[in-house]
């Protein structure tokens, strides 16, 4: 991974790879972000701390699930998502699936941008008592992450390096002082919310949306794992970090009553560490979100240059931040539940039955029809159940991956018999 070729649209060498445990503390990073804290207080909040539990247990492990299968297809193939999707979807059809994975990694940019943005507000008000307007820390904050996008990403990612590490510390410090109060764990344990709009499937679902990306683009960093077990060994980073982190959010929200994490941390006095290392863990995790954005949609509109379609991409989001598209994300985060679960499901199918776990380049067509139609009626039916036009499974992500890999099933079924 040291090296500056990233394989784009060629299988990875044995000199660039590397240990599966590297890979998980990466994948563990994401999920130290304020979007994530955010998710777990929120949802603490809404539905009480154990129906919080299982919500973060059962979205984990569906999620764990299609990363086991995910990653084997990234470690066998040695190829990138974006190469990887050519094969079920054609070299054109696998454009509109990129459009959607980076309309969707845009989404999650103005999200962080945006919460950032609030952190920073805080901040500055809680230590100096300066009131500075959202809108210009917004597009100060921008500029700074499309020009670290542009120009430092490197640099800026090494620091992160030593940062998120810090900060998983220093958010279990955190939970500490919050168990060790006399009653607390019972309280927190005991905590359900007088009125809530959401239910339990509700939460489950919005989970399972806000990190349904992983599994899709598991394979850009599996890919550069040495083996198999080592590949499955990087998905820890999403089993345990990630609820661990809600966990976290959701203890010290309930036990504070604030869903605003510097509000949060105001109540054990320390607004200015959190701030430092959130700041620095979100700042980074965004310019990524920007970065692999910008990779997806370079694949739709190749002749605009990385630093063009930088900036194009980076005004769109602050665009959407200044818009207020937080107050958006759980409708967002269900829609990406809808889309995503379908391509997940196709290309599993497709690398582990009809092609055998063997993709040849030269085997890409460039529409690939079936895996398309398989997609967009997989995700139109799950559209209709979520929108409660009729039920399937009660679950629309469910319906969205069983819907879609069974229409693809069917549609190949001649190439399985050989004919």
Not at 178 to 190: F, H, N, Y
Not at 194 to 221: C, E, H, K
Request: glycine share 6%.
């Amino acid at each position: 991974m040291g090296s500056d070729n990233q394989y784009t649209t060629s299988k990875v060498q044995k000199s660039d790879f590397t240990q599966g445990w590297k890979i998980a503390f990466i994948i563990a990073g994401t999920g130290v972000s304020l979007p994530v804290l955010y998710l777990g207080s929120e949802i603490a909040l809404r539905i009480g701390f154990t129906k919080a539990l299982i919500a973060f247990g059962i979205s984990t492990f569906i999620l764990t699930l299609l990363c086991f299968a995910t990653t084997l297809i990234g470690n066998r193939s040695r190829l990138s998502t974006y190469m990887i999707l050519r094969f079920p979807f054609g070299q054109q059809g696998s454009k509109i699936i990129n459009a959607i994975i980076g309309t969707s990694l845009l989404g999650w940019f103005s999200v962080s941008l945006e919460l950032l943005a609030l952190a920073i507000q805080d901040t500055l008000f809680e230590i100096i008592g300066l009131q500075v307007p959202l809108y210009s820390i917004i597009v100060v904050a921008s500029m700074f992450m499309t020009v670290t996008t542009i120009y430092g990403i490197r640099s800026i990612e090494r620091l992160a390096n030593i940062a998120v590490p810090i900060l998983f510390i220093f958010l279990l410090y955190v939970l500490w002082l919050t168990v060790k109060e006399e009653d607390a764990l019972v309280q927190i344990m005991s905590y359900v919310p007088s009125d809530s709009n959401m239910t339990l499937f509700g939460a489950i679902s919005t989970l399972v949306g806000s990190s349904v990306l992983i599994p899709v683009l598991m394979a850009d960093f599996s890919r550069f794992i040495k083996t198999d077990k080592q590949s499955l060994i990087a998905v820890l980073g999403l089993a345990i970090g990630t609820p661990l982190v809600y966990c976290i959010a959701a203890v010290t929200s309930i036990q504070t009553g604030e869903l605003d994490i510097i509000l949060i941390m105001k109540s054990y006095k320390l607004v200015l560490p959190a701030f430092f290392l959130i700041f620095i863990s979100t700042w980074v995790n965004n310019a990524t979100n920007l970065y692999s954005t910008v990779l997806t949609f370079s694949t739709i509109k190749s002749r605009i240059s990385f630093r063009n379609l930088c900036l194009i991409t980076s005004l769109f989001g602050t665009v959407l931040a200044l818009l207020g598209f937080t107050n958006y994300l759980f409708e967002f985060l269900d829609i990406l539940g809808v889309l995503a679960p379908s391509i997940s499901s196709i290309y599993i199918l497709d690398f582990f039955w009809l092609k055998k776990q063997n993709y040849e380049l030269k085997d890409i067509v460039p529409w690939g029809k079936k895996g398309l139609i398989s997609w967009a009626t997989g995700s139109a039916i799950a559209l209709m159940t979520y929108f409660e036009f009729f039920q399937i499974t009660h679950a629309h992500f469910v319906d969205s991956f069983l819907i879609a890999g069974i229409i693809y099933y069917l549609l190949t079924r001649s190439i399985y018999k050989g004919d």
